[in-house]
């Protein structure tokens, strides 16, 4: 009892610090907007998107880098967040061309950007002057170091990335659900495959600061998988996978606060776990809701049956 | 008016000539069934006829206007064959059915999408189904799903591609009394068929498609042995070559 009250204590002086509140005010906004998009990829089936771009960031984050090092800027890593961006959002526009074009060697486009964009980010980083230690942040996530600016820059873009995720989501769901008929009704198909490559593009960005790069995509895909295992429509999914996106997010960065462990692969292990919790007690609930209305209909089977026999 | 005109169509995919020289035209308020069997070509020239696959050659008319941005594609209802796999998420059958309203200006359902999908359900007998995750629905349930999504358009022309295919038979016969009272509201229908089946009596014309040429257009072809029985049931989706050859090709049009 005292230690429990005394691990409150400890919580709400760490409350009370401004930098601890950017940090779990980050954490809480990218958790919510993450899954949003992340809905639309594993409709897509498109889950392994997210990592894909991840990966392009880190080129486009060493890029940056580059630029800082050429322009002699003071801070080096002024330029790395807006390089992340534009490689991202370039990387995913390419996904979503290679894609389109409906070539098998789509998947194969994928996994080159997989392996490019890790040694391109490694490679430019050392032309930079840089080391692989200065990558490890963007890797594996920031979330201890969250400046002001830095939180107005994720208010700012995770608003965009709701907007678009939740203003256009029956457009957008007709696009995942079947492009085919989504063509036959006239809405433009192409023009919002592309803007789901580019809000993923821009999520990856957003997320990059709190699980990191490696990590990025299961913060977008995890909390919808959780989500699709208890419920039955589009909408409900995306919204329960937003409130699992801020739940693992905050507890997983509070538990960092008591223990000292990285905070994304905290947040990230926080999901699993809940992924697996909810699929062993799923069939235990499930089973006691009753379906509606009969499960065979009374239907003619066209099959003559022969009488049946008692010997064989 | 006519409310579908191909004319000198070809279609190539994947280097191969799908489709050589069709000339289809289907007027306002006819039924149309385009049959053949498989790989015949028949579903691709309803794609071609919905810029869905790319044409080679030739010009497709939609309720007048050439083929492309100038159609009002919010006036079309199409029914694929299978509408979709099951996709990641799961849907429910009204939120599939409300992707219908939506059209080249229309990104949202907005007002009255609740009852507009309602109404379509009801008309294809589903109106129970309305929150039931749409891959725990049976074939035929998803098809009368995909059914009610073109409907929900009110749309003047309704293009379905095989609705019978591997469908039980209540949704076989809600089909048949929807497509009935269609035709008494003049709604152009054309529908990709193995066999007319059930659906014989509605069909105003056949045309007929073989080696991705029009063989026979015009009255009702009868059914190959075997396949006239009254109690003969189109379950399957692997059958239906003509053994008796159709009619040569006639060129007037009723």
Known sequence: MTQAAGLWDQFTVLLASPMTQRSLLAALIVGVAAPVIGTYLVQRRLSLLGDGIGHVALTGVAMGWLVGAATGATDLAAYAVPGAMVAAIAGAVLIEVVRARGQASGDVALALLFYGGIAGGVVIIGLAGGTNANLMAYLFGSLATVSSADLLVTVVMSAGILAVGLGLRTALFAVCQDEEFARSTGLPVRAMTILIAVVAALTVTVAMRVVGLLLVSALMIVPVAVAQLITSSFHRTMVLAMGIGALVCVSGLTITFFHRLAPGAMIVVVAIALYAVVAVVRPLVRARRPRPGPVHPRVADDVRLQPVSQER | ?254
């Open chain 2, 1 to 254: 008016m006519s409310a579908v005109t191909a004319a000198n169509l070809d279609v190539h995919l994947g280097g191969a000539q799908i489709l050589h020289d069709v000339d289809v035209r289907i007027n306002v308020g006819e039924v149309v069934a385009v049959m053949g069997a498989n790989g015949s070509g028949k579903s691709t020239l309803l794609k071609a006829c919905l810029g869905l696959l790319p044409i080679s050659r030739g010009q497709v008319h939609l309720l007048g206007r050439p083929l492309g941005r100038a159609v009002p594609w919010e006036k079309i209802g199409y029914v694929p064959q299978r509408s979709a796999q099951p996709s990641g998420v799961p849907a429910t059958a009204e939120e599939v059915v409300r992707t219908g309203l939506l059209s080249r200006r229309r990104w949202w359902a907005g007002r009255g999408g609740r009852e507009a999908t309602a109404s379509a359900l009801a008309q294809v007998g589903l109106s129970d189904r309305r929150e039931q995750p749409w891959h725990e629905l049976s074939g035929g349930q998803q098809q009368r799903v995909a059914i009610a999504r073109a409907l929900v358009r009110r749309p003047e022309l309704l293009l379905l591609d095989e609705p019978m295919a591997g469908v039980d038979q209540p949704s076989q016969e809600v089909f048949a009394s929807l497509l009935g009272r269609l035709k008494t509201e003049r709604l152009t229908t054309v529908v990709v068929l193995h066999e007319l089946g059930v659906l014989r009596p509605l069909i105003d014309r056949a045309v007929v498609i073989r080696g991705g040429r029009v063989v026979h257009d015009g009255a009702l072809p009868p059914a190959a042995p075997f396949h006239d029985h009254p109690d003969h049931d189109h379950l399957h989706p692997d059958h239906g070559d003509y053994d008796v050859e159709p009619e040569p090709h006639q060129t007037t049009l009723p």
